[in-house]
C-alpha cells in the first residue's frame, strides 16, 4: 500500500511533482511501446490507479458520513464487503457500502457515538501494526463507555498446528475444498496462501496476538468467543478467530 512520505500541503505537493514525473515517464517509454515497461513499473501504476480510486470513494465517503455526525448508539459493520447488516452502518469501500470509506484514515464520528462495532475478515487486510493500531484506536475513541468491539479473522494457529503435527482436524483437506486454489498442492503452499492470499493479506492472527493489540489500544475483558449465528456469516464459520472485547466504562 501506498504510504504518505509527508504530512499535509507539502505531501500534496510532492505526490503532483510524483505524478508529472510518470506521466512523462509513461509517455516516454509506453505509448509507443510497451514491452519497454518492466512488470513492477505497470503493477505500480496499477497500484496507484487503485489507491486514486480509495481517495476517490473515501471522499464520497466523507460527504455520506456527515449525515450520521449527530447520531448516537450507533452500530457499525466495518469492511462490510458484501455482508451488509440491516439496521447497521455498513463501511467499506464497496459501493453497496451506507459509507465508503478508506479505513487506513480516521473515521469520520463522533467520540463515544458508537455501541458497537462489529468487523469479519478485515483486520487481515491493513498492515500490522501501524495501520491496525490506528483504526483500533479510532475504534476506542468512537465506542460509547462499555460499548464493544467484536471481530473475527482467519484462525492462523489451526492450520500452524497441523503443519507442525501437533493437531490433525482436517486443515488442508478442508482448505483445498473450501477457500483455496487449485494451485496449491503441499501444505506449505497452502499455508503461504493463507498468510498472503495473493497480495490480499497483510497480517495473519491468532488469539494471543489479536488480545495483546486489543489491550494494547485500552481495550479491556478481551475473549475468545464462539460462532454466532445473529452476528457472524454462516459461510465464515468454519476457520474463524472471533473476539470480543470492551471499551471500559471510565
Same mark, same amino acid.
Given at each position: &500500500?501506498?504510504?504518505? *512520505? ?15 514525473? #510518470?506521466?512523462?515517464?509513461?509517455? /516516454?517509454? *509506453? ?16 497500484? $496507484? ?5 480509495? &481517495? ?14 449527530? #447520531?448516537?448508539? $450507533?452500530? $457499525? ?6 455482508? $451488509? ?15 465508503? #470509506?478508506? #479505513? ?7 467520540? =463515544?457515538? *458508537? ?7 478485515? %483486520? ?10 490506528? %483504526?483500533?484506536?479510532? =475504534? ?6 462499555? /460499548? ?20 490433525? %482436524? ?68 468454519? /476457520? ?11
Amino acid at each position: &500500500m501506498i504510504r504518505p *512520505c509527508l504530512d499535509g500541503l507539502e505531501s500534496f505537493r510532492k505526490t503532483r511533482t510524483i505524478l508529472y514525473e #510518470l506521466k512523462w515517464i509513461y509517455r /516516454g517509454t *509506453c505509448m509507443d511501446n510497451a514491452e519497454q515497461t518492466t512488470a513492477g513499473f505497470r503493477q505500480a501504476l496499477c497500484n $496507484l490507479e487503485r489507491e486514486f480510486s480509495v &481517495m476517490r470513494k473515501h471522499s464520497n465517503g466523507l460527504v455520506k458520513a456527515r449525515s450520521y455526525y449527530e #447520531l448516537n448508539a $450507533l452500530k $457499525l459493520n466495518l469492511g462490510c464487503g458484501p455482508h $451488509l447488516k440491516d439496521g447497521w452502518v455498513n463501511v467499506d469501500l464497496n459501493d453497496n457500502a451506507d459509507i465508503t #470509506l478508506d #479505513l487506513r484514515e480516521p473515521l469520520p464520528l463522533r467520540d =463515544c457515538s *458508537c455501541s458497537i462495532i462489529y468487523s469479519e475478515h478485515f %483486520l487481515e487486510h491493513i498492515d500490522y501494526p501501524d495501520n491496525v493500531t490506528s %483504526l483500533l484506536k479510532e =475504534c476506542y475513541r468512537i465506542l460509547e463507555p462499555g /460499548g464493544t468491539f467484536s471481530a473475527g479473522v482467519p484462525d492462523t494457529e489451526w492450520p500452524l498446528l497441523e503443519y507442525a503435527g501437533i493437531l490433525q %482436524l482436517g486443515y488442508f483437506e478442508k482448505a483445498k475444498t473450501l477457500w483455496h486454489p487449485k494451485w496449491c498442492e503441499t501444505d506449505m503452499e497452502h499455508i503461504n496462501h493463507h498468510f498472503r492470499q495473493g497480495t490480499e493479506h497483510r497480517f495473519a492472527y491468532d488469539f494471543r496476538t489479536l488480545k495483546h493489540i486489543l489491550t494494547k489500544t485500552g481495550f479491556v475483558e478481551v475473549t475468545r468467543r464462539k460462532f454466532d449465528p445473529q452476528r457472524d456469516n454462516k459461510s465464515r464459520e468454519l /476457520g474463524t478467530l472471533y473476539v470480543d472485547a470492551r471499551k471500559p466504562m471510565t
